[in-house]
């Protein structure tokens, strides 16, 4: 579906999904503003990059089962930029159409994050149904309630068993209680906000030779400047085997001496980087990865009524490129990276994970 309002905000959709719970909790959105539905990262990603919508809210990561490979490739090569973070608990329910009781369901339609979540319960419970990947937890939902045959039933948040007609058949699901997803705003143009105490700073970073001995080195000037290196994770350039950029997040914003004075010094040596944004990381103030207040009670089974906060188990990105010049309209200098022979910062997790 195509939308002309510049002012919207888009979402991994459609109505009922965690990504949308996520772009109520963020602090720049205001509750007047319209929200549009996207079928996928990729369609709410384009819609803010053509001018349809202002910012798309998209998920990024879970702190289960880690990236969603459609957002890390929109996160590499989009032209855009992160301006906001939200961290959102996330609650499992199985739901059903009304007369469908768990002895009667065969398949388990959901997003494949929820499915590997959620597999422990799926095993011991349903060991004989057949999981059924959908593009959210919510499409799941709703494609249950208006298209599958009987014996069907949908993994998503409680919530959407109310908004699709569903009966909840058991709640609280999930392989870890305490399931955290980030979700990050991306828009077209960045304008750097006010810093604060709690700035994050994401870039990518590609190496010369794409391999992780160059990384390392460049990891290596942030620790030099007391600057704390949060995230690093590679994904494949898809150039040749072996040849990875590298998604980091760094504590600060750019403006920060420490970190320009990073950045300076990479200008010299032999990679490049890509500017994603500077932003407050998410602190959980003011409606932050708080659990869902009306969820049904973990291990619940046959609960018929749905309760708790709009839920989608999906962690796309944004980009600004940093050429020679530097990204236009903005104070960040040029970045290149290469050898300089220091030590990856201590407590640093650097992750790899092939495109999926």
Known sequence: MTYADPTAYAYLGPEGTFTE??????????EG???RPYESVPAALDAVRRGHCATAVVPLENSVKGVVPATMDQLAEAELHITGEVELAVTFALMAPAGTDLGDVREVFSHPHALAQCGGWLAEHLPGARAVPADSTAAAAREVAQHAGGGAAAIA??????RYGLRILAGGLGRRGGAVTRFVAVSRAWFPPARTARDRTSLVVTTADGGPGALAEVLGLFAERGIEVSRVHAWPTGERLGSYRYFVDVDGHVENPAVRGVLSALGGLGASARFLGSYPRWSGDGGGPAGDPGAVPTGAVGAAEPAGAVGSAEPAGATGAVGATGAAGSAVPAVRAGASGSAVPAGCAISVQPAM
Do not use: D, T
């Open 21 to 30: 719970a996520a772009l109520r909790r963020l602090p720049a959105y205001g």
């Open 33 to 35: 503003l319209p929200r």
């Open 157 to 162: 948040a409680p919530p959407a068993a109310e």
